[in-house]
């Protein structure tokens, strides 16, 4: 067999691959698998349950109505004279989405070492289709969060939704950008050392704590209001409140500074996962 | 015909034991007392430490070197542990290698396990969705496909029913159905079909050759040597991570079985993994032709003497139950000749050492290699039984068995008869 004339392969495997190396191309080939995926996860949730995806605005709303009384009437926290309760729900709303797609994402590799043992997609798959599945939770919460907004305007409040707004798909962007980032450098370490699964969960409600979402930045002293700011969550919850309500602070600069923190943290999550994605098999 | 699988010194190691499976605490400590020069400080008392545990290490895949040519069935056999499956898996890009690079052209479709893919919440038909877009088809081509692949699973009145619902029989059919039809150029199937019925084995082994006929290439690992036998052109034996033989498909599965099956080197004399009282023991074998000569091998239809040679402790015995049984190499039994089946006299006194000859005249088996065991009673007590019935092995060349000048090697058994025609 005259074996020169095959230059053309249609797949090559090695033992390594290169550091940095997202083959976006294939993972625009399997689209449609991540749109099953979205759906999988969507419907697969809430079938034999009662309410089902009533849960998505239900949540949310308890959440914002527990915060309303501990936080607004028995803590008494100030919230940039704001109502109380759009402040915690605008939080919450754009919190959700975060750690929704954080937590379902460190689990992807244990979570789905069942069905990634058994055939190959490019694994990014599944970290993707997240995103785009709690986007929907989100949009569904979002909905209702207007609706709210819409009532309290009716009622006489001074709120202000501005230009700002339309920088949501930025924010969201953003969001999804640091949430996934964060989510798979989580799950490729998570191969290897289970603990830091339980350390997850804990971790996300710490930094809920740690992020301006049942406190306005403006309540914080002076001096820690910077290092508040490093957190790439602050600035855009911050405006997001701004866009939607008409009180916080913007700052253009800590959003750069977020943009940029963002940034290498998806590239050094990109780069470890491809490290792990190839052989975690072995090891999980 | 072009090469599609090209496979270049494949190799591939595992690392044995929980290595870094412990938790980040473990490892910390692990690593601080190794930087400090200290033993491990977590290893049980006794325990040798393996720096680096370079010793722990098996190498499942070890230069493996294949080229697969397109439209080819190539069956992949070998012991459990051989590495069919770590292979199997590599091409499948579900691990890496360790070592080596493979070439492939065309789409790799893989049934490695039952229920690739399924989740268990949604239908069959949504599932067939999901698997398929899994496998790389695009929702166009699954609705396209839809009937066929429902059709062919024959599961029509289970497809709208949650998969968790699904016996594993059932989930194959369906994770077959959804593969096949899938139409990959590649297809790679791993042992999954010996969970369904033989009906349904039956139906993908003919899909599966099917597909070959269209001139698309299918990897079949399997430990269904009849199945190999008829559907592969090309088989290869892995043992212990190598190549081991890479032929066509007799050929390699009677070098499989002799190597499973062969008889340790020894004379009878000397194997221990017998039981019984030994009253009576057998202590060798050989088969003699008519005139007393040692046979190499036996010539079909040639007369022949089966020699059993015996130590006895006993004097008197009353009754002496000795059978022998001959296989087929698929392990199927021939044959099995007994003395209280067809008569044997006894001498008295027994002798102390003798022989036991079986004279079978026109030996009806035809060319191949057959192993035998056998068992003997005395006075209805197990005297001498060598466990795994596997006591020796002998081979039969071709011969004249109906005396006509015509040979044939079609059956393994050979039976006297005669031919007759008349107007009724």
């Known amino acids: 067999m005259n074996e020169s004339k095959q230059d053309n392969w249609d797949i090559e495997i090695y033992p390594k691959s290169s550091l940095f190396d997202i083959d976006l191309t294939e993972i625009w080939k399997y689209r449609d698998l991540i749109y099953l995926f979205v759906h999988r996860d969507f419907v697969a949730e809430y079938k034999q349950t009662i309410l089902g995806p009533a849960w998505h605005f239900i949540q949310p709303l308890f959440t914002t109505i527990i915060f309303t009384i501990i936080f607004g009437k028995i803590a008494q926290i100030p919230t940039d004279g704001l109502p109380p309760f759009l402040f915690y729900m605008s939080g919450i709303v754009i919190w959700t989405y975060f750690s929704n797609v954080l937590t379902a994402t460190s689990n992807t590799f244990i979570g789905n070492a069942a069905i990634f043992g058994k055939v190959y997609f490019p694994r990014m798959v599944m970290p993707l289709a997240n995103i785009f599945s709690k986007l929907i939770a989100f949009v569904i919460q979002f909905f209702f969060f207007l609706c709210f907004l819409g009532y309290f305007t009716w009622q006489g409040s001074k709120i202000q939704p501005n230009i700002w707004v339309l920088a949501t798909p930025l924010m969201l962007f953003m969001m999804a950008a640091l949430s996934l980032g964060l989510g798979i450098i989580i799950s490729a370490m998570t191969t290897r050392y289970r603990d830091l699964r339980i350390l997850v969960g804990f971790g996300v409600q710490l930094l809920m704590y740690v992020s301006p979402i049942i406190y306005p930045l403006s309540t914080l002293p002076e001096d820690w209001r910077f290092w508040a700011s490093i957190n790439p969550i602050a600035p855009i919850v911050e405006l997001f409140r701004y866009a939607y309500l008409g009180a916080g602070s913007i700052d253009l600069t800590m959003l750069g500074c977020s943009f940029l923190n963002i940034s290498v943290i998806l590239i050094i999550g990109i780069v470890m996962f491809n490290k792990v994605e190839r052989t975690f098999m072995d090891t999980v | ?424």
């Open chain 2, 1 to 424: 015909m072009s090469t599609v699988i090209k496979i270049e010194n494949l190799s591939k190691y595992y690392r044995l034991g929980l290595i870094g499976g412990g938790t980040l605490n473990e490892d910390i400590n692990r690593w601080i007392a190794k930087i400090r020069g200290k033993p491990d400080p977590l290893l049980k008392v006794g325990e040798k430490d393996y720096d680096n545990r370079k010793d722990d290490q098996i190498w499942a895949l070890k230069d493996v070197n294949l080229h697969v040519q397109q439209g080819e069935i190539l069956g992949i056999i070998g012991r459990n542990g051989a590495g069919k499956s770590t292979l199997l898996k590599i091409l499948s890009r579900i691990t890496a290698p360790t070592d080596g690079r493979i070439k492939i052209k065309g789409r790799v479709g893989s049934l490695l396990e039952v229920g690739t893919g399924f989740h268990p919440e949604l239908t069959g038909r949504e599932n067939i969705y999901l698997n398929g877009a899994i496998l790389g088809m695009s929702r166009n081509e699954i609705a396209h496909k839809l009937d066929e692949i429902v059709e062919f699973s024959e599961m029509s009145k289970f497809i709208d029913t949650p998969v968790k619902r699904y016996s594993s029989g059932m989930t194959v059919r369906l994770a077959f159905a959804v593969a096949a039809h899938l139409e990959p150029e590649i297809l790679i199937v791993d042992e999954v079909l010996a969970v369904g019925d033989a009906a349904f084995q039956k139906k993908c082994l003919g899909k599966m050759g099917d597909i070959a006929k269209e001139g698309r290439t299918v990897l079949f690992v399997s430990h269904n040597m009849p199945a190999i036998e008829k559907l592969c052109s090309r088989v290869i034996i892995l043992n212990s991570g190598k190549v081991f033989a890479d032929t066509i498909a007799s050929d390699a599965l009677s070098i499989y079985y002799s190597s499973i099956m062969s008889p340790p080197k020894c004379t009878l004399s000397k194997r221990t993994d017998r039981t019984g009282t030994a009253d009576v023991k057998i202590i060798s074998f050989q088969i003699k032709n008519k005139a007393g000569e040692a046979l190499e091998s036996i010539r079909t239809g040639q007369d022949v003497i089966f020699q059993f040679k015996f130590e006895s402790k006993v004097k008197t015995i009353k009754s002496l139950d000795f059978g022998f049984t001959v296989r087929h190499k698929f392990d199927s039994i021939l044959f099995r000749n007994r003395t209280v089946e067809s008569g044997l006299d006894l001498i008295s006194p027994f002798p102390k050492d003798g022989c036991l000859d079986c004279y079978i005249p026109n030996f009806p088996l035809t060319e191949g290699t057959y192993s035998f065991g056998f068992r003997l009673l005395v006075d209805g007590v197990e005297s001498d039984y060598i466990t795994g019935a596997y006591a020796a092995q002998f081979d039969v060349v071709e011969g004249d068995f109906y005396k006509t000048g015509k040979i044939t090697s079609f059956a393994p058994v050979l039976v006297n008869h005669e031919w007759k025609i008349r107007p009724s």
